[in-house]
């Protein structure tokens, strides 16, 4: 969990309000965004990953692509 959970930290950083609302959020939930991020198979995947989170706990769109 190391690098991915420093790589979510310091994107969490650059935006307070998704910060703010990851510390809201119970602890299973927000096990369940780490969790999902590190389930990432490639680096470019887990990237996404990160930014898609910080969108959604900013409440911005979130755009899926395949």
Do not use: K
Request: proline share 2%; with cysteine.
């Amino acid at each position: 969990m190391g690098e991915c959970h420093q790589d979510f930290e310091t994107a969490l950083a650059g935006d307070e309000l998704a910060r703010q609302t990851f510390s809201w959020l119970a602890p299973s939930h927000r096990h369940d965004f780490v969790c999902w991020i590190e389930a990432a198979a490639a680096e470019r995947d887990r990237l996404s990953r990160i930014q898609a989170a910080v969108d959604i706990l900013a409440g911005r769109e979130v755009v899926r692509r395949n």
